[in-house]
């Protein structure tokens, strides 16, 4: 393994071993030794046989060859195994560019979720359209409890229930991950309608769909909603609303987060 050519026996805290070593990096044995499972063994992930391997075996090897985070799913997919979720360290300061992008979307809607669909980031144009606010922290959470957002849009019928489909295919991606679980029994305990809907247990991928949203002053909106995922930041996606062409969606949001739509979001709407 070619990654093994790259770790110096001072980085994994063994002697270099002198002239006697013939390569810069780490022999199998040492690896081994390291990551705490036997030579051959070690020798067989290496040759790719068909071996019993465990998330905790392979987040050890990863650990001794300084794997980075795509190299380290990449050895999870070569071992068989569903790759594990981008950890913590590995997201924090590096969408910059994408919060960039979202709000260079404007006037038109956008925000970023991570894999569990908690919102990492919206702009200007999702908070007045859908009634975003500090408090939503999960898109899935705030479908069926922002009673701002239920007022607005059909969170009823096919549209929940598409909704909740998407959102177990999503899960059944990394089906030994809690955080999933923690959603659902937490939505669960507080949404009957979401609980009846997850009792199901339908399965839709996600990708494109229609809403509609009836907004207090400006009317009626329609938006294609895709979703895109990022290569370089697989535990991220940005979700994008496009206006339905021929609806006049574009020029009302031009007029929703002009100066005076501001004001008349802002101020009670007279019913």
Known sequence: MNRRARVTPAQAGLPDGGARRRTPGLRREEVAVLAGVGASWYQWLEQGRDISVSPQVLDSVARVLRLNGAE???LYVLAGLNPPLPRAESREGSCEGLKRLIDAWMPFPAHIMDAYWNIVAFNEAAGLTFGFGESDTNCLVSFFTN???????????????SVV??????ASEHPDDQGFRAVVDELAAVSGQFAELWARGDVQPSGQMVKEIVHPVVGSLRFEST??????????TIVM?????????????????????????????AS
């Open 165 to 170: 489909a998407q959102y177990r295919a999503a």
């Open 72 to 74: 380290r799913r990449h």
């Open 227 to 236: 979703q895109l995922r990022i290569p370089a930041r697989p535990d991220l």
């Open 241 to 269: 609303h496009n206006p339905v062409p021929g609806t006049e969606t574009a020029e009302k949001l031009e007029r929703l987060v002009s100066p005076e739509g501001r004001r008349e979001t802002i101020r009670p709407v």
């Open 147 to 161: 009673e701002v957002y239920r007022s607005r849009a059909n969170t009823s019928g096919a549209i929940a229930a």
